[in-house]
Each structure stands twice: as structure tokens, then as C-alpha cells.
């Protein structure tokens, strides 16, 4: 046995397994090793006792170095030396030429960047330097809220900081739903703040709740009184009813009751208190309109009431009338159209100067069209219903205008020629007279045409040709345009 390697040995391992060599050494059963030199290859690993890690939070870093045998049996020579741990680079504070104890050597570092980080442990000292990394996964850190229950208050109190009195473990913004100033009902509510940190790069965004009582004030007696205008009314008329609430602090909805009122349900109070309802269908009669307010919050219900008296309403027969005559002159058979108010189908009648129109057709109830009746002069056209007869006035005046001759064709013949006739306002029945002497034949072509045979006359004379209408008496004007002359 080499006892100078056994003394070489001692400086390098620790005194029990110097020991535990040189017991295996006397028996015979084992060749102390050497210690490791600085050509002996080492092997470092990286551990973290934490990965995932936030912000701030304490992670430990283990690094074991080992020493690669060079001869079999395969006993691990003894390392000694130190370890560096940095990041990303960078020196980790504290964690610089940390000495290997038992192969091993820690770093903990609450100062790590959000991100991965790369974490590296070099090895140096009695064996060949080694180092080992490991990928560190810093997430941002959730700030602490501290936020007490606040203490009950009563409505209607608005929020304030003695109820919005979060705070962070951070610098940041605190952000509250509902805001200070919120006048919030009574009951159970949920008081809510959204805290952005300062520094974004480190701390995430966070929130927190919180549940506030909110008693109801003590309830507070209304007073609901009701006025009608007009009062009394008509049937048929629109009456407004008009609900006044007191305290002017009230608020809420009124509903009225009572016939007729039955569209008139939760109407919003207005600023001045006040709720109205408009109603036309009111029965004849003494109602009772009553207005009912909901209460509110602290406001306790009430109601009020008026009387309103509905007379009935008188009913004027409505008489017909006449507002225009189209045409307004002409002869008689023309069709003119009368325009005005209260024509009913089939109970209409048109009267021309108190005659009788033909052919009266009910367009709607406010046009008719006839036929203008034999009559002479300038009339009144009336209308005549179940509720009477039209009254006269200016513009129902309609003017019968006579026949007129513009020309005779031919203008000479013998007896018994075949002669046509033109005009204007020439109507059936009309009779053509030649000199004063009747024609046969007439025949009513058109109201602007008339063919006759001319009477029997003297040989030789000039007469004059006139046109006159049926019952009027009316006879067209001679003109030398009408003018016949029998052959001599």
C-alpha cells in the first residue's frame, strides 16, 4: 500500500470518507482513488424550486457539480471549487462564487425579470470548469387588494371614500363601479374596483368586490290629489285629469282609474310632480276618476279622487251644402257636377230653381252629378237629404243660356229640304222654325247639330232660322248667319 497516495488523498476528501478508503484500502478491498485534478471533467446541472415563478416571489437555484471518473471502478474523484449563478448574462446579487458543499451550491434570487429567463451556474475550481443553464418562467405578479366590508349606510347616502377605501400592495390606479357620488337603492349591492399598477411590466391588472348594505329611510307619507279640466264636459270631449303628488321629492308612477280611463296606466311623475290623463270616452253621467301613486323607495302609496260631470251632447241635424255648380251656366240636359258637404247615396235630391234634376248619381259625400232640368234664367241649385235642404248662396247659381244658330246649310232650297243645323245648347225635344213656321223632321243630332226638313214656304223669300228649347221658352237670337231663302 502507497501510503503517500493515501496522504495525498486526506487533503482532498473529507476526513469520513478518508476514512472509509483507508479501512477498504487496509482490507485489501479497494484502491483509494485520487482527487480530482484540473485536467478531471466535471458535469454541472441546474435545478429550480420553482418554475413557473411570479414577481418577486423567492426561487432557489441548485447546481450539482460531478466529476467524471477516468479509471474503472467508476468512483467519482472528490470536486471542489465554486459556482457563479447569473441571468440573461447578468451577475444574480449574492450568488457569486458560491462554494460547493457536498457537490452542490444554492442560489436564492427574488429579482428575476418577467419572462424567460435564462439561468446559468458556472463551476470553477479543483476540475475542468463546467456550467449548466435553465430556462426560468417569470410570470407577472397579482397585486394584493385589501379592501374591508364597509359599515351599513342609508339610503339615499352617496358613495364616498369612507366606502371606496381599497388599497394595493403596489403603486397604481384604483378604479371604482359605482363611482363616488352614486346614490345607490336600498338593499344588498356590489361595490367593484379594477386596481392598473403603475409599472405594467411586473404586476398585472387585479379586481376585487365588495357587498354593501344600503337600509331604506324610514317611509315617508304622499299625498295624491286629483283635478279635472273642464269639469263639467261633454260627451265626447277630451278632459284632462291631472294627479298632483306630495312631497315634490316623490317619485314614481300614478295609474287612474275609473270608466273611460282605462289608457291611462303607470304615467311617469313629471319634474313638478304631477301625472295627467286625457280621455275622451267618458259615459254620460257622474264619474269617479281616481289616481293611484305606486309609492317609491321610502314613499309610501297613496290615492286621490275627483268627480267629473258629463253632459250629454246635443245633437244639430247637419244640413247639406253647396260649395260650387260645374258648369255654372248652360242649357238644359247638361251634365253638371255639384260639389259640397252631406250627400248620402240614394237619399239625395238636386233641385234646379225648384224643379227636379234627372239622373242624379251620388259620386261620394261630397259630389253629385245630374242632369240640368228644363228651366230658364239664372237658379239656385239646392240638395236635399234626410237632414234637410241645402241653404242657397252665391255659389250655387247655375244660368240657362239659349240656343244659338251660327249657320244654316244650305242656305236656300225648295220645300221639304233636307237641312242641317249648327249651334250651341241644342237639347231633344228642341223645334226648328223657319220664318215662324214649324219644320218636320227635327232630328237633335248633337248639342251643337239639328237636322230638319224646311217647312213649306214662298217662293223667293228670305226667312230667318231659329231653335228653341222645350217648356223654356227660350229662342235662339236671328243672326244673317241663319238666314234660308226658298228658290223662286
Excluded at 251644402?321 to 248652360?330: D, I, M, Q, R
Aim: some cysteine.
Amino acid at each position: 500500500m502507497n501510503t503517500k497516495m493515501i496522504r495525498r488523498a486526506a487533503f482532498a476528501v473529507p476526513m469520513g470518507v478518508l476514512l472509509g478508503v483507508a479501512g477498504l484500502a487496509a482490507s485489501g478491498a479497494l484502491s483509494a482513488p485520487a482527487g480530482a485534478s484540473a485536467t478531471t471533467p466535471t458535469t454541472t446541472s441546474l435545478t429550480s424550486s420553482l418554475n413557473p415563478s411570479t414577481y418577486g416571489s423567492s426561487v432557489t437555484f441548485t447546481a450539482h457539480v460531478a466529476s467524471t471518473p477516468p479509471v474503472t471502478p467508476p468512483v467519482p474523484p472528490p470536486v471542489t471549487g465554486t459556482v457563479t449563478f447569473s441571468y440573461n448574462g447578468a451577475a444574480i446579487s449574492g450568488c457569486t462564487s458560491v462554494t460547493l458543499i457536498a457537490s452542490q451550491a444554492t442560489c436564492t434570487t427574488s429579482t428575476l425579470p418577467v419572462g424567460t429567463d435564462v439561468v446559468t451556474a458556472k463551476y470553477s475550481g479543483s476540475a475542468t470548469p463546467s456550467s449548466g443553464t435553465v430556462k426560468q418562467a417569470v410570470d407577472k405578479a397579482t397585486p394584493t387588494i385589501t379592501w374591508a366590508t364597509p359599515a351599513p349606510i342609508t339610503y339615499p347616502t352617496a358613495l364616498s371614500g369612507a366606502q371606496l377605501d381599497a388599497t394595493a400592495s403596489v403603486a397604481g390606479t384604483l378604479t371604482y363601479s359605482p363611482p363616488s357620488g352614486t346614490v345607490l337603492p336600498a338593499g344588498t349591492q356590489t361595490l367593484s374596483v379594477v386596481f392598473t399598477p403603475s409599472t405594467t411590466t411586473n404586476y398585472a391588472s387585479t379586481s376585487a368586490t365588495v357587498a354593501l348594505v344600503v337600509n331604506p329611510r324610514p317611509a315617508i307619507v304622499t299625498h295624491t290629489t286629483v283635478t279635472a279640466s273642464p269639469n263639467p264636459s261633454t260627451a265626447g270631449a277630451t278632459v284632462t285629469f291631472t294627479a298632483t303628488v306630495s312631497p315634490a321629492t316623490a317619485g314614481g308612477t300614478v295609474t287612474f282609474g275609473g270608466a273611460g280611463t282605462s289608457n291611462c296606466a303607470n304615467e311617469v311623475l313629471s319634474p313638478n310632480h304631477q301625472a295627467t290623463c286625457k280621455t275622451s270616452t267618458l259615459p254620460v253621467g257622474t264619474d269617479v276618476v281616481t289616481a293611484f301613486y305606486s309609492g317609491q323607495s321610502t314613499f309610501d302609496a297613496s290615492s286621490g279622487s275627483v268627480t267629473e260631470r258629463v253632459i250629454a251632447k246635443t245633437v244639430t241635424p247637419k244640413l247639406p251644402t253647396v260649395t260650387s255648380v260645374t258648369p255654372s251656366s248652360g242649357g238644359a240636359h247638361d251634365v253638371v257636377t255639384i260639389t259640397g258637404t252631406g250627400f248620402e247615396p240614394h237619399m239625395t235630391v238636386v233641385y234646379f230653381g225648384g224643379r227636379q234634376a234627372p239622373h242624379i248619381d251620388v259620386v261620394s259625400g261630397t259630389e253629385v252629378t245630374c242632369w240640368s232640368p228644363v228651366r230658364t234664367g239664372t237658379v239656385d241649385v239646392t240638395v236635399k237629404t234626410p237632414m234637410g235642404t241645402s241653404a242657397v248662396n252665391a255659389a250655387d247659381r247655375f244660368t240657362y243660356v239659349p240656343p244659338t244658330v251660327t249657320s244654316v246649310v244650305p242656305r236656300g232650297g225648295g220645300n221639304r229640304a233636307f237641312v242641317t243645323v249648327t249651334g250651341t245648347s241644342f237639347i231633344s225635344g228642341d223645334t226648328v222654325r223657319f220664318g215662324g213656321k214649324l219644320a218636320p223632321h227635327v232630328d237633335v243630332v248633337s248639342a251643337n247639330e239639328i237636322t230638319v226638313d224646311s217647312p213649306f214656304g214662298i217662293p223667293g223669300a228670305s226667312v230667318y232660322v231659329t231653335v228653341r228649347a222645350p217648356g223654356t221658352g227660350t229662342t235662339s237670337l236671328v243672326t244673317p248667319d241663319d238666314t234660308f231663302t226658298y228658290n223662286a
